[in-house]
């Protein structure tokens, strides 16, 4: 195995051939090696792993790809192909650190492989779309970005700065990244993870679990409850990087179900549970769903609860129907798990504006959601525990806390 530090690059080498080559020239020069992947549709092309090898990873021939005249459907298959090659050379560590530079479909093709890749492998895209929306590109993954200002076209005095600059950071966390996991092979030992979901108005509880779970022993990783922080803490517990999970904000089923700007997508709650890691969960800020400014609140909801958080966040209250069904999602999520769950209900609120004086207080409501949940996890093997406590009232967090590190100390 190299003591230097392998840059894979992923291209398409049928149109992007010559800027590839100057790529791998210029990581050599940098004193890493390059690994070159071919995703070209109709590229035969010299590469260490060529398109046909790429399309075989996902059960696909190249030449039936190419005689279908689908682009869509052969960018599709080579862009689950190479996931499914980079994801195997990193865990031969012979890959470490990905780099692409493209236009929109290299860089939907290139970015499945570098969101397929865990939390902190270096993975860098250079990409004529990365002005815009980024989000396909990025997903949950720690992906960088960088505007290519150009297009890919040729090496210009222009391009050839910007992607010299991204080939020279690159190799520098390829090499960091390295160091790190030889470090990590020879037995450096860490704290177990667990990942924690944290909103403003959960806050108290959730500094308090925190501080408990270092006491434990435990390194732990706060996500922020905005849709991205609840897909990228089901994306560590998919990878398996979790000893545990203390889930005591779960708001973005809420904007899932009503509509709201900070959905986390319809199977948050779940890869815990798939994956058998052990879970204590709550229901804090399940009491609102979040849009942006007031003005952009759709107008069918004019009649209900809304406190404008800052000039940009507008909250509105949940009603006990919505309460309702999501204690019933909540319930099929946790009742499938094939790990150990304890699911808190804090009796006196969910939330730093669902308290007695605060606007959101509403008993009804937090009692349908409470209701729902307690009928449909009956008979199963979810714990169920009433907590008559507000989330946010000292010692919440901590009970919480010292819960999950039994669970996980039975698991273990």
Not at 356 to 365: I, K, M, T, V
Request: aromatic share 4%.
């Amino acid at each position: 195995m190299p003591t230097q530090p392998t840059v894979a690059l992923i291209g398409t080498m049928d149109t992007k051939g010559a800027e590839y080559a100057w790529l791998a020239d210029r990581v050599r020069s940098h004193g890493a090696e390059a690994l070159t992947i071919d995703v070209g549709t109709f590229s035969d092309a010299a590469a260490d792993v060529s398109a046909h090898d790429v399309a075989a990873a996902a059960g696909h021939d190249l030449d039936a790809l190419r005689a279908s005249g689908d682009r869509g459907a052969a960018m599709e298959a080579m862009a689950a192909g190479v996931a499914a090659v980079v994801v195997d050379l990193y865990e031969q560590g012979r890959v470490d650190g990905v780099l692409a530079v493209g236009g929109s479909g290299g860089s939907s093709v290139a970015s499945r492989a570098m969101q397929a890749l865990p939390v902190g492998a270096p993975k860098l895209l250079v990409s004529t779309m990365a002005s815009g929306d980024v989000s396909p590109y990025v997903g949950e993954s720690d992906v960088t970005l960088v505007y290519s200002v150009v297009d890919v076209a040729g090496i210009n005095s222009v391009s050839e700065q910007v992607f010299g600059n991204a080939v020279a950071a690159v190799v520098a966390m390829a090499g960091e990244h390295r160091a790190h996991r030889t470090q990590a092979r020879a037995g450096g030992a860490h704290r177990p993870l667990v990942g924690l979901s944290m909103f403003g108005l959960t806050t108290p509880a959730v500094d308090e679990a925190r501080a408990e779970l270092v006491e434990l022993g435990y390194e732990p990783l706060v996500f922020h409850a905005t849709g991205a922080g609840g897909r990228a803490l089901e994306k560590l517990a998919r990878d398996g990087r979790l000893a545990g999970v203390l889930d005591l904000t779960t708001t973005e089923l809420a904007d899932d179900l009503v509509g709201g700007v900070l959905s986390a997508g319809p199977h948050r709650l779940e890869a815990a549970g798939q994956e058998g890691v052990p879970q204590v969960v709550s229901l804090g800020a399940l009491d609102m769903v979040n849009f942006g400014p007031r003005a952009t609140v759709p107008a069918r909801f004019d009649d209900r609860t809304f406190v404008v958080h800052n000039p940009t966040v507008t909250l509105m209250r949940t009603t006990p129907e919505e309460n309702a069904e999501l204690g019933r999602r909540i319930a099929a999520k946790l009742g499938a798990a094939r790990g150990p769950v304890t699911l808190l209900l804090p009796l006196r609120g969910v939330s730093g504006i669902d308290a007695d004086g605060e606007p959101f207080r509403d008993e009804a409501a937090d009692a349908a959601l409470f209701g729902a949940l307690r009928e449909g996890l009956a008979g199963s093997d979810v714990e169920v525990v009433d907590v008559d406590a507000h989330l946010n009232d000292p010692g919440f967090g901590r009970d919480a806390a010292r819960r999950l590190h039994a669970l996980v100390a039975q698991h273990d």
